[in-house]
């Protein structure tokens, strides 16, 4: 019998002609429906379109899809029956802890920490909080039953996020839109450092199904999946990153890895101005929250001051769109505050930067210019 030889990273070509066959069956991988069953989720609900930001993006003629997860250490208090917390969403979650009993994994859970480089103030401030899912505890559930079963076993899941992300590729071309995909929502998962093993099978059926071209074998992370998707202008894969420019899971080897990258602000770390002028002449962007009510004009240009440095950049609305990947290098995001419901204000106050002519942080000092 001959032997069928597939190169170890190969591409599947699509043609060009749609965006899949919608009525096609919708038969997932043994491995992936085994997963997203177990920890009670579906393809469908893996990505969201529905938050402001992506819709304010859809509004602007990108379709854009979102995963969240349970930031921090929430994962934890979520199935922890000791937890006290200031409102329902950031408190015990009986149901979680049930399903990480059932699965296993009440364990590795309780050790998961989603976001490594998050300071005092930005788990305090967190956007998780803020809008609906700081009012309800089925967000808390829906976004912790995600985290178990990544917790569980990260590639089979990064497979599954490579389905779903495949169907809201196919979305967008029914809307005749291109896709943006942002993996880390609400969480700094290494989505750059894994790697997705997908067979020429697992291409074939999302070829058939979803009209949608991937990249196979065992070394691609999800973005360097959807490699001929991203040549040809059909999908962006971005991020916001608040590890140093140089750090192994920082902006160079994000960007490195097929990611559109900017780099986050935190006012309440010790090095906060000479990070954020380190990823600016790295060729980065820079986010920085600020206390600043929504329709109020920004500041034409922020400048930062650090250890003798200075470096003044020209301001860009992040609350337009969540396009980064649109906005030059070397740019000043300003993102308004969204209040996290619950929060401890005292340590958020010290994460967002009041609208002040200057504010002086630990390492230098940020300045406003109206």
């Known amino acids: ?15 060009r002609t749609g965006a899949g066959r919608a009525n096609q069956p919708h038969r997932l991988p043994d491995d992936v429906a085994s997963l997203l069953a177990t920890f009670d989720l ?43 917390a200031t409102t329902a969403p950031r408190g015990y979650v009986p149901a979680l802890r049930a399903l990480a009993e059932r699965t296993g994994t009440v364990d590795a859970a309780m050790r998961h920490n989603a976001c490594m480089h998050a300071t005092a103030g930005c788990v305090a401030a967190c956007l998780a909080s803020a809008g609906h899912g700081g009012l309800s505890v089925d967000v808390t559930a829906a976004r912790g039953r995600r985290s178990l079963a ?13 389905f779903a992300v495949a169907a809201e590729l196919a979305r967008a071309a029914r809307a005749g839109m291109p896709a943006a995909v942002r993996l880390n929502g609400t969480s700094e998962w290494p989505w750059f450092a894994r790697a997705v093993p997908l067979s020429l099978a697992d291409a074939l059926t999302i070829r058939r199904r979803y009209g949608v071209d991937v990249e196979t074998g065992g070394f691609n992370n999800v973005a360097e999946t959807f490699a001929p998707m991203v040549e040809r202008g059909a999908v962006r894969f ?3 990153v608040k590890a140093h420019a ?3 899971d920082g ?24 990070d954020a002028v380190a990823a600016v002449r790295a060729g980065f962007r820079v986010a920085l929250p600020i206390a600043l009510k929504r329709g109020a004009p920004l500041p034409s240009s922020v400048t930062l001051e650090t250890h003798g440095e200075t470096v003044t950049l020209p301001t860009v609305d992040g609350d337009t769109t969540d396009a980064r990947y649109a906005d030059p290098c070397g740019v000043a995001v300003l993102l ?9 204000r005292a340590r958020a106050d010290r994460f967002v930067l009041p609208y002040a002519d200057a504010v002086t942080l630990a390492d230098g000092v940020v300045r406003f210019n109206r």
């Open 1 to 15: 019998m001959p032997t069928l030889t597939v190169p170890h990273t190969s591409a599947i070509v699509a043609p």
């Open 42 to 84: 579906t393809l469908g609900a893996l990505l969201t379109t529905s938050s402001a930001k992506a819709q304010h993006t859809a509004a602007h003629g990108v379709h854009n899809a979102m995963h969240y997860a349970l930031p921090h250490r929430q994962l934890a208090r979520a199935i922890d029956p000791r937890t006290v």
């Open 150 to 162: 990544y917790v569980a076993d990260p590639t089979t899941y990064a497979r599954a996020v490579v």
């Open 238 to 240: 971005y991020e916001y």
């Open 246 to 248: 140089d750090a192994w």
């Open 251 to 274: 902006l160079r080897a994000w960007h490195a890895a097929g990611f559109d990258v900017t780099a986050s602000f935190a006012a309440d770390r010790s090095t906060a101005c000479a």
């Open 336 to 344: 308004r505050e969204k209040r996290a419901r619950g929060a401890d």
